[in-house]
């Protein structure tokens, strides 16, 4: 059997945490910015978990992180 490739897609845009949990960065932080507040552009810089729904998909395009 070959070895599953690693979606390189995937694997620049999200990180594993210490205890295995998929971490992101939020959206909405690259343009437009005028208009937002300084406390959700502040909250915005921070990453988030991913969700259960998700976690499936994502370990599937990168089995080896």
């Known amino acids: 059997m070959p070895k599953i490739r690693t979606n390189r897609a995937a694997a620049k845009r ?3 945490t ?3 949990k998929l971490v992101r960065a939020k959206a909405n932080k ?6 937002k507040s300084r406390k959700r552009k502040r909250e915005l810089r921070r990453d988030t978990v991913v ?6 998909s994502l370990r599937r395009m990168m089995p080896y992180l």
């Open 14 to 16: 999200f990180k594993v």
């Open 51 to 56: 969700n259960a729904i998700s976690t499936g």
């Open 18 to 20: 210490g205890t295995g």
């Open 30 to 35: 690259s343009h437009i910015l005028t208009k």
